[in-house]
Each structure stands twice: as C-alpha cells, then as structure tokens.
Antibody, heavy 119, light 113 residues
Framework: EVQLVESGGGLVQPGGSLRLSCAASGFIFSSYNMNWVRQAPGKGLEWISC????????FYADSVRGRFTISRDDARNSLYLQMNSLRAEDTAVYYCAREQGSGSYQNYWGQGTLVTVSS | DIVMTQSPDSLTVSLGERATINCKSSQSVLYSSNNKNYLAWYQQKPGQPPKLLIYWASTRESGVPDRFSGSGSGTDFTLTISSLQAEDVAVYYCQQYYSSEYTFGQGTKLEIK
C-alpha cells in the first residue's frame, strides 16, 4: 500500500525557516517524480514544486522560487521541502504527492502538514 | 504559466440530477505527439487530501464510480457527474500537467439542493 506521511510543520515567525519531510512507503520511491502542493486556509490548491526521479530536475512555482528548495533522499525514501524567508502568505497545509509517470498527474497524496507563519 | 479557469465557482444540484463543471486553460494542453490532453480532475472533501478522479482528460481512475466522466480537448474541458449522490458533495479541481509548472483551477464547490 502506498503511503505518504508529511511532518515538520508548525508555527514559525515571518522571515524564518522550516524544513518539511515526507516519508514514502509501499512503492519504489526512487522511480517516481514527487511534488509538493499547498492549500491556504479556506483556499484552493496551489502546486509549488516538483522533483524528478534521480533528482534530475526540479521545478518551482513563481510564488516560492528562490525561497524554497525541494530535495529527496532515495536511500531514506524521503522527500523534503526547505522553506526560507517565510511570509504570512505561506501559511497553508502542505501536501506531498506522487506522480504516476514522468510529467504526469498525482495519484497518491499524503494527509498534509500545517505550516503557520505568524509573529 | 498556464492559467486554469473553472466555472462555475459553486454549483447546487438536486440528488440524482446531472452536475457539470467546466475548465478552460489559457493555452492548449493537448500534446500533439501522443494526442493526449494533459488534464486531470480531483475531488476534495473537507479535511481530506485531494483524490484523483480523471486523468488524460477522460480516463477514470481505478475505483472511481462511472457516474464521473471527463471530456474535452485542447483548451476546454468538462467534468460531468451523471446522477449526483450525497457523497459527491466536495470541491472539484482541474489541473494541467502539460507544462513543467503544474497549475490548478480555482475549484468548484458542489452542494446538494
């Protein structure tokens, strides 16, 4: 059974940093592209980043480019999101999601972890 | 970026009736080399992560009831629920994965009349 479990969320002050993790199981993690998608309270879904298998390429939404860094550790079956220079508008539930194939739809999602940016 | 625009923003339909949600992309998401539309539909219920319903614009994900169907090509797409059930109350999103920077529509909230 495919499982994705996010962790690392919490309360952080504006300008601060946070690192999110996503532990994957039930599939060959190294073979799949992985994504981060976020959802601000009461708002819609926003795709923010993708990392391809073998870390061959990374992509970012304009809203986070230059502040967030996506990475993966295939030996640990883990996905990460390093978030720097956090702003109030980064407050959201952050989901990790697995793509079915390269450059494809996301068919497995974690339950999400809440990040709150506030003083 | 490819902008995805859904209509309507909210929809109220009676049980057993048809529900139709539209999605329009700012540029074509049809890849000519394989004739596939890089368009997915997701359902999200309160407090839950999104659930994939439809991919390649019209292929139903395994386990999704056949009352859900997707259609369209190029820039205009539709999600249809043929006979609304109480458990279909949710927010529905379209998403393009044609470009490397995926984008979602703003969502359509579906409620029971």
């Amino acid at each position: 059974e495919v499982q994705l479990v996010e962790s690392g969320g919490g309360l952080v002050q504006p300008g601060g940093s946070l690192r999110l993790s996503c532990a994957a199981s039930g599939f060959i993690f190294s073979s799949y592209n992985m994504n981060w998608v976020r959802q601000a309270p009461g708002k819609g879904l926003e795709w923010i980043s993708c990392i391809r298998s073998s870390s061959s390429a990374m992509f970012y939404a304009d809203s986070v480019r230059g502040r967030f860094t996506i990475s993966r550790d295939d030996a640990r079956n883990s996905l990460y999101l390093q978030m720097n220079s956090l702003r109030a508008e980064d407050t959201a539930v952050y989901y990790c999601a697995r793509e079915q194939g390269s450059g494809s739809y996301q068919n497995y999602w974690g339950q999400g972890t809440l990040v709150t940016v506030s003083s | 970026d490819i902008v995805m625009t859904q209509s309507p923003d909210s929809l109220t339909v009676s049980l057993g009736e048809r529900a139709t949600i539209n999605c329009k992309s700012s540029q074509s998401v049809l890849y000519s080399s394989n004739n596939k539309n890089y368009l997915a539909w997701y359902q999200q219920k309160p407090g839950q992560p999104p659930k994939l319903l439809i991919y390649w614009a019209s292929t139903r994900e395994s386990g999704v009831p056949d009352r859900f169907s997707g259609s369209g090509s190029g820039t205009d797409f539709t999600l249809t629920i043929s006979s609304l059930q109480a458990e279909d109350v949710a927010v529905y999103y379209c998403q393009q994965y044609y470009s490397s920077e995926y984008t979602f529509g703003q969502g359509t909230k579906l409620e029971i009349k």
